[in-house]
Protein backbone atom coordinates (compact mmCIF):
# COMPACT_ATOMS: atom_id res chain seq x y z
CA UNK A 1 0.00 0.00 0.00
CA UNK A 2 0.98 3.66 -0.56
CA UNK A 3 1.80 6.13 1.77
CA UNK A 4 -0.85 8.80 0.96
CA UNK A 5 -3.48 5.38 0.93
CA UNK A 6 -2.54 4.61 4.78
CA UNK A 7 -2.67 8.66 5.42
CA UNK A 8 -6.21 9.09 4.27
CA UNK A 9 -8.34 9.33 7.16
CA UNK A 10 -11.38 11.32 6.23
CA UNK A 11 -14.24 8.33 5.01
CA UNK A 12 -15.25 8.75 1.27
CA UNK A 13 -18.74 7.97 0.68
CA UNK A 14 -20.05 9.23 4.64
CA UNK A 15 -18.87 12.36 3.74
CA UNK A 16 -21.40 13.07 0.11
CA UNK A 17 -23.21 15.74 0.63
CA UNK A 18 -24.40 16.41 -3.16
CA UNK A 19 -24.68 14.00 -6.46
CA UNK A 20 -25.07 14.64 -9.81
CA UNK A 21 -27.23 12.40 -11.87
CA UNK A 22 -27.90 12.58 -15.26
CA UNK A 23 -30.50 11.16 -16.62
CA UNK A 24 -31.75 10.21 -20.52
CA UNK A 25 -34.54 7.55 -20.07
CA UNK A 26 -32.29 4.73 -21.16
CA UNK A 27 -31.47 1.30 -19.23
CA UNK A 28 -28.25 2.60 -17.61
CA UNK A 29 -29.33 5.37 -16.70
CA UNK A 30 -32.15 3.93 -14.78
CA UNK A 31 -29.76 1.39 -13.30
CA UNK A 32 -27.75 4.57 -12.35
CA UNK A 33 -30.80 6.61 -10.55
CA UNK A 34 -31.27 3.59 -8.46
CA UNK A 35 -27.78 4.03 -7.21
CA UNK A 36 -27.57 7.32 -6.82
CA UNK A 37 -30.95 6.64 -4.60
CA UNK A 38 -29.55 4.70 -2.24
CA UNK A 39 -25.90 6.58 -2.23
CA UNK A 40 -28.10 9.82 -1.94
CA UNK A 41 -30.29 7.95 1.01
CA UNK A 42 -28.04 6.35 2.97
CA UNK A 43 -25.44 9.71 3.37
CA UNK A 44 -28.06 12.40 3.43
CA UNK A 45 -26.87 13.84 0.04
CA UNK A 46 -29.05 16.19 -2.21
CA UNK A 47 -29.83 14.70 -5.52
CA UNK A 48 -29.55 17.34 -8.71
CA UNK A 49 -31.53 15.08 -11.17
CA UNK A 50 -30.00 16.32 -15.01
CA UNK A 51 -31.40 16.21 -18.28
CA UNK A 52 -29.68 17.82 -21.22
CA UNK A 53 -30.65 18.41 -24.66
CA UNK A 54 -28.13 18.28 -27.14
CA UNK A 55 -28.56 21.11 -29.40
CA UNK A 56 -26.58 19.77 -32.06
CA UNK A 57 -29.10 16.87 -32.41
CA UNK A 58 -32.07 19.35 -32.42
CA UNK A 59 -30.56 20.99 -35.54
CA UNK A 60 -30.02 17.75 -36.98
CA UNK A 61 -33.34 15.89 -36.09
CA UNK A 62 -34.56 19.79 -37.86
CA UNK A 63 -32.62 19.55 -40.66
CA UNK A 64 -33.35 15.46 -41.60
CA UNK A 65 -36.89 15.83 -41.16
CA UNK A 66 -37.63 19.51 -42.61
CA UNK A 67 -39.07 20.91 -39.58
CA UNK A 68 -38.49 23.63 -37.83
CA UNK A 69 -36.03 23.80 -35.26
CA UNK A 70 -37.60 25.76 -32.21
CA UNK A 71 -40.51 23.06 -33.17
CA UNK A 72 -37.65 20.30 -32.91
CA UNK A 73 -36.40 21.89 -29.29
CA UNK A 74 -40.08 22.10 -27.73
CA UNK A 75 -40.55 18.66 -28.38
CA UNK A 76 -37.19 17.77 -26.92
CA UNK A 77 -38.09 20.45 -23.64
CA UNK A 78 -41.42 18.48 -23.37
CA UNK A 79 -39.51 15.29 -23.60
CA UNK A 80 -37.15 16.15 -20.64
CA UNK A 81 -39.34 17.61 -18.45
CA UNK A 82 -41.68 14.04 -19.03
CA UNK A 83 -38.47 12.00 -17.91
CA UNK A 84 -37.41 14.40 -15.09
CA UNK A 85 -40.25 14.56 -13.52
CA UNK A 86 -40.36 10.32 -14.03
CA UNK A 87 -37.29 10.14 -12.01
CA UNK A 88 -38.71 12.36 -8.89
CA UNK A 89 -41.81 10.12 -9.07
CA UNK A 90 -39.73 6.63 -8.81
CA UNK A 91 -37.29 8.72 -5.89
CA UNK A 92 -40.14 9.29 -3.99
CA UNK A 93 -39.74 5.90 -2.00
CA UNK A 94 -36.59 7.02 -0.61
CA UNK A 95 -35.76 9.86 1.88
CA UNK A 96 -33.80 12.57 -0.77
CA UNK A 97 -33.89 16.19 -1.56
CA UNK A 98 -34.30 15.80 -4.72
CA UNK A 99 -33.39 18.93 -7.74
CA UNK A 100 -34.18 18.91 -11.42
CA UNK A 101 -32.63 20.49 -13.78
CA UNK A 102 -33.18 20.85 -17.45
CA UNK A 103 -30.38 22.19 -19.05
CA UNK A 104 -29.64 22.82 -23.11
CA UNK A 105 -25.84 22.15 -24.68
CA UNK A 106 -23.25 19.76 -25.25
CA UNK A 107 -24.22 17.17 -22.45
CA UNK A 108 -20.85 16.57 -21.31
CA UNK A 109 -19.97 20.39 -20.52
CA UNK A 110 -23.49 20.93 -18.99
CA UNK A 111 -23.10 17.91 -17.01
CA UNK A 112 -19.64 18.39 -15.43
CA UNK A 113 -19.93 22.21 -15.10
CA UNK A 114 -23.08 21.71 -13.15
CA UNK A 115 -21.01 19.16 -10.84
CA UNK A 116 -18.12 22.04 -10.61
CA UNK A 117 -20.82 24.74 -10.07
CA UNK A 118 -22.59 23.18 -7.27
CA UNK A 119 -19.40 21.32 -5.51
CA UNK A 120 -20.66 17.84 -6.55
CA UNK A 121 -18.81 15.55 -4.82
CA UNK A 122 -19.99 12.46 -6.87
CA UNK A 123 -21.51 12.10 -10.19
CA UNK A 124 -23.46 8.73 -10.86
CA UNK A 125 -24.60 7.62 -14.75
CA UNK A 126 -25.51 4.99 -16.71
CA UNK A 127 -22.31 3.27 -19.13
CA UNK A 128 -24.14 4.44 -22.01
CA UNK A 129 -27.19 6.55 -22.99
CA UNK A 130 -29.86 5.94 -25.18
CA UNK A 131 -28.36 6.37 -27.85
CA UNK A 132 -25.72 3.72 -27.45
CA UNK A 133 -27.53 0.45 -25.62
CA UNK A 134 -26.54 -2.72 -27.18
CA UNK A 135 -22.45 -1.64 -27.85
CA UNK A 136 -19.91 -2.65 -25.71
CA UNK A 137 -17.97 -0.30 -24.54
CA UNK A 138 -18.44 3.39 -23.03
CA UNK A 139 -21.00 5.61 -24.27
CA UNK A 140 -18.73 8.96 -25.81
CA UNK A 141 -20.62 11.04 -23.63
CA UNK A 142 -19.95 8.95 -20.53
CA UNK A 143 -16.37 9.00 -21.55
CA UNK A 144 -15.90 12.41 -21.85
CA UNK A 145 -17.45 13.04 -18.46
CA UNK A 146 -15.09 11.03 -16.82
CA UNK A 147 -12.43 12.66 -18.18
CA UNK A 148 -13.24 16.17 -17.30
CA UNK A 149 -14.71 15.77 -13.83
CA UNK A 150 -12.90 17.17 -11.28
CA UNK A 151 -15.04 14.75 -8.83
CA UNK A 152 -15.28 11.15 -8.41
CA UNK A 153 -17.84 9.23 -11.53
CA UNK A 154 -19.26 6.01 -10.74
CA UNK A 155 -20.12 3.98 -13.95
CA UNK A 156 -23.41 2.09 -13.72
CA UNK A 157 -23.88 -1.04 -16.38
Known sequence: MSDSFRRESARFISNIKTIVLPVDGSKNADRAANVAFEIAEMTSARLLIIHVIDLG????VARASGS???MILQ????YGNKILQEYKSAAQGYKLQVELILE????SDRIVNLARETRADMIIMGSQGIGGEGRSRIG???DLVVHKAGCAVLIIK
Do not use: E
Request: net charge neutral.
Open 57 to 60: TVQQ
Open 68 to 70: DSL
Open 75 to 78: QYVT
Open 104 to 107: RGQP
Open 140 to 142: SIT
